[in-house]
């Protein structure tokens, strides 16, 4: 079992950017892999995926333009940059496979506040 730890989170102004970072204990390059977040009170979104090689990417309509996805394969590494953010970003967000297997481990995620 592939474990994923996120990284990257943080405090930010409206209109910043930060970069989020996913480090897998193994290969990842089978999968298609996704960022997701959840915020206080509600369900977890889907906001970004990428197909296993990169080439796919599909984005929540509430973040195109802004959000940028992106994998390397050989660092096993999934990452999610940020930028233009809005308070409505503020969530814990989390990576995972996509779609995530029924009872997917969820990571501890990391935390995004954007501060209006």
């Known amino acids: 079992q592939v474990q994923l730890v996120e990284s990257g989170g943080g405090l930010v102004q409206t209109g910043g950017s930060l970069r989020l970072s996913c480090a897998a204990s193994?290969?990842?390059?089978?999968?298609?892999m996704g960022w997701y977040r959840q915020a206080p009170g509600k369900q977890r979104e889907t906001v970004a995926t990428?197909?296993?090689?990169?080439?796919?990417?599909n984005y929540a309509d509430s973040v195109k333009g802004r959000f940028t996805i992106s994998r390397d394969n050989t660092k096993n590494m999934v990452y999610l940059q940020m930028n233009s953010l809005k308070p409505e970003d503020t969530a814990v967000y989390y990576c995972?496979?996509?779609?995530?297997?029924?009872?997917?481990?969820w990571g501890q995620g990391t935390q995004v506040t954007v501060s209006s």
């Open positions: 193994g290969s990842i390059s089978w999968y298609a």
């Open positions: 990428i197909g296993n090689i990169g080439r796919s990417t």
């Open positions: 995972n496979k996509h779609p995530p297997p029924v009872g997917a481990y």
